[in-house]
């Protein structure tokens, strides 16, 4: 099979390479993981000129070819590793024009190890506001590379970049000298290192003498050549390295002194600058932050509310209407009360999903997200963490599983564990279907002073209360957990930026596809099973009920739409699903818990959003299309044996708390287990979010009720 050209776009973090990847490719891309570690991997593919379909690949931001986290050594591998599959044929380095003394060093050492390369610089706009002109065509004539200004979120550029790329893909382009010269470079000992893992030049050679012990594609033998080889010519890693950056930057002090021209000695400051007095201050900051997740979360209930409500009647028709014309009997009940209520409890929730991605999206875009890891250090480091936790935490909201990946930029094992353990904490997308759901049917629709919605407020209190408690079991395994190793926070604050609106568009498609394609799956699957669970049971139990209701039928005829819904309830209560539910009933009581809450605590194991699809298949078996419609109208409409609502505050109050914080999604587990090395940490994961629902949701349910 024909390998694809291939493109690897790298950079600086904050420097535009996310928006440059979404220009490029659009909606023709996709999300893995490299192969070998649970870091992302976003690819897709783009026309290039007329003939070329290449494949883009967006590698993690990397300040320089000297790796200090697990996202910059998979970059670092890619380009280093001539025989790695992911290996681009081609480097587009993005560098950020109004720091460009810092981003020239990244781009030199790309530059060095003899790949194909384009720099498009980005920020020219932000480096203009700071009184910074760079004389593009002479930058490029001293580093020998083609230099494209662009600006992807406004597709400016695009054009010429292709060219360039197109330019150095069919070797339009001149060899280019190295970068820098030292004496380890035009050594023997180096040459042999090269030719022993198959380096284009020394410099990737000098790479692999400082890492070798690192790199996974370097075997056994290779490492004790290249050992020998190091303590023959007394190799010290540290003074080479640091020669090294001191010969970048004395030629890139050379290069800026030509090409760059600042209007004054002293730095602009920018209108960033001016708005972060305001929103990084210590009292104004923190109640901004407040008032934005506030919004956030008010948005996420009055945006969706409409389409959500347009999807459940759109269901609800379709299941009258399938009822009608398909002959009654298991076909019918399974079409209508497994197939379409599984679905149903998937569809209603893609707006709020794509709504809540759509949101962050524009907060990280802004530049918004990082001032709120600066923000939240303080509050951090009381939990014996850093600011450097607080993404994995803010992306938690979205998904676990991604968060703690993420928690792999954290340098200090410790607090990295600590993350990991705690993420799960976080009330993530998966929750979402049901924070709403049960808020719907348990929190009224008033408003607090004429502007609050009450729904809206609960569900932020919700994530409060999950970032709360996530900070409670940090200290508390901070205490615990005993280490010597300190960190510092350090970051850089991104410029704010009008959100890229195309990127958010796009993102909200993608999450909303991902929703749909994997979470349905499984859902849909799950419902399929519940429904066959719940239609059927031990035959001499199931005979035994149609037996005693058709004798009532015979002898009460005029009752026989009420005995029909009541022999309905009483089958479903004698299937599997009803006896699995009436196992656990006794354990789940204390909580305000009938046996088909039950049922669905077990489902939901697999992934929490499951409770969902698996109430619509619940409450759909033996309906008989009349009266109540929609999952939220049988809901409120159960009854328990003695007549009372199954639903009330406290029983609606309990079962948002649990889930708030049961641990119930087996991929998060999974991921645990992978980042960790060990099931010890997933155990220890699953026992104190199980013993922090079940009791939370007791103390709340008796409170209420």
Request: proline share 4%.
């Amino acid at each position: 099979m024909h390998r694809p050209y291939t493109i690897a776009l790298v950079g600086n973090p904050n420097s535009g390479k996310s928006s440059l990847f979404n220009a490029l490719t659009g909606l023709n891309q996709k999300v893995g993981n490299f192969p070998g570690v649970t870091v992302d991997k976003k690819t897709g593919t783009s026309r290039i000129g007329d003939s070329l379909e290449a494949k883009i690949i967006d590698l993690p931001g990397t300040y320089s070819l000297y790796p200090k986290s697990a996202d910059e050594q998979v970059t670092y591998e890619v380009l280093l590793n001539q025989e790695n599959a992911e290996r681009p044929d081609m480097v587009v380095v993005i560098a950020d024009a109004s720091n460009l003394k810092r981003n020239l060093l990244f781009c030199s050492q790309i530059m060095d190890l003899k790949i194909p390369i384009v720099i498009a610089l980005t920020m020219m706009d932000i480096a203009h506001d700071k009184g910074i002109t760079i004389d593009t065509e002479g930058l490029q004539r001293l580093l020998g590379v083609a230099v494209i200004p662009i600006n992807p979120r406004k597709n400016k550029g695009l054009t010429a970049l292709k060219k360039a790329i197109v330019a150095v893909q069919t070797g339009a382009t001149l060899p280019r000298p190295d970068f820098i010269s030292m004496d380890a470079l035009n050594s023997d000992w180096l040459k042999e290192i090269g030719a022993l893992c198959a380096q284009a030049g020394t410099y990737g050679a000098l790479h692999i003498a400082c890492n070798y012990t690192n790199l996974q594609y370097i075997n056994a033998a290779q490492r004790i050549r290249i050992a020998a080889l190091l303590g023959e010519a007394g190799f010290q890693k540290s003074r080479v390295q640091a020669e090294e950056i001191v010969l970048r930057y004395k030629r890139i002090d050379t290069i800026m002194q030509r090409c760059v021209v600042t209007d004054s000695p002293m730095k602009k400051m920018v209108i960033s600058d001016k708005i972060d007095k305001t929103l990084l201050h210590p009292v104004y900051g923190n109640v901004i932050l407040l008032v934005v997740l506030f919004l956030l979360f008010q948005s996420i209930f009055w945006l969706a509310q409409y389409p959500m409500d347009w999807i459940e009647q759109g269901f609800s028709l379709a299941g009258q209407w399938l009822n009608t014309v398909l002959p009654q009997g298991y076909l019918s009940d399974f079409v209508v009360n497994g197939l379409v209520a599984g679905i149903s409890g998937i569809a209603i929730f893609v707006p709020q999903i794509m709504i809540l991605f759509g949101l962050i999206t524009i907060l990280e875009d802004s530049g918004y997200m990082a001032r709120i890891s600066f923000l939240t250090d303080r509050i951090m480091r009381s939990a014996g963490l850093n600011g450097r936790s607080v993404m994995p935490l803010i992306s938690g909201m979205a998904c676990a599983v991604p968060a703690i990946m993420a928690a792999r930029t954290i340098q200090n094992k410790k607090e990295r564990l600590i993350t990991i353990l705690v993420t799960p904490l976080m009330s993530c997308s998966a929750r979402l279907p049901v924070y709403t759901m049960l808020i719907g049917l348990v929190i009224p629709k008033t408003r607090i002073l004429g502007i609050f919605n009450m729904q809206g407020l609960v569900l932020m209190g919700l994530y409060l209360l999950g970032f709360f408690m996530a900070l409670v079991v940090a200290r508390v395994m901070d205490y615990i957990i005993k280490t010597k190793e300190r960190t510092f926070f350090l970051m850089e604050l991104p410029v704010y930026r009008a959100p890229r609106w195309k990127n958010v568009g796009i993102t909200m498609i993608e999450k909303g596809k991902i929703f749909i394609r994997d979470v349905g799956k499984v859902i849909i699957v799950l419902s399929m099973i519940l429904w066959a669970l719940a239609a059927f049971g031990p035959p001499g139990r199931m005979q035994a009920v149609e037996d005693k209701y058709a004798a009532l039928i015979a002898a009460q005829p005029e009752r026989k739409a009420e005995l029909a819904n009541i022999a309905a309830t009483e089958k479903l209560e004698n299937s599997f699903a009803g006896i699995m539910g009436h196992a656990i009933e006794p354990v789940i009581r204390p909580l305000g818990y009938d046996w088909k809450i039950g049922i669905a605590l077990i489902t939901s194991f697999a992934a929490r959003e499951v409770f969902v699809g698996t109430m619509a298949t619940l409450y759909s078996v033996g309906d008989t299309g009349e009266g109540n419609t929609t999952l939220t109208d049988k809901m409120r409409a159960a009854k328990r044996s003695d007549g009372t609502p199954v639903y009330t505050l406290a029983t609606g109050l309990s079962l948002l708390i649990f889930y708030a914080f049961a641990m119930q999604c087996m991929s998060t587990l999974a991921i645990v287990k992978r980042e960790t090395m060990s099931w010890k940490y997933p155990a220890i994961q699953f026992a104190y979010m199980a013993a922090l629902a079940y009791g939370g949701a007791l103390l709340v349910y008796q409170l209420f009720n």
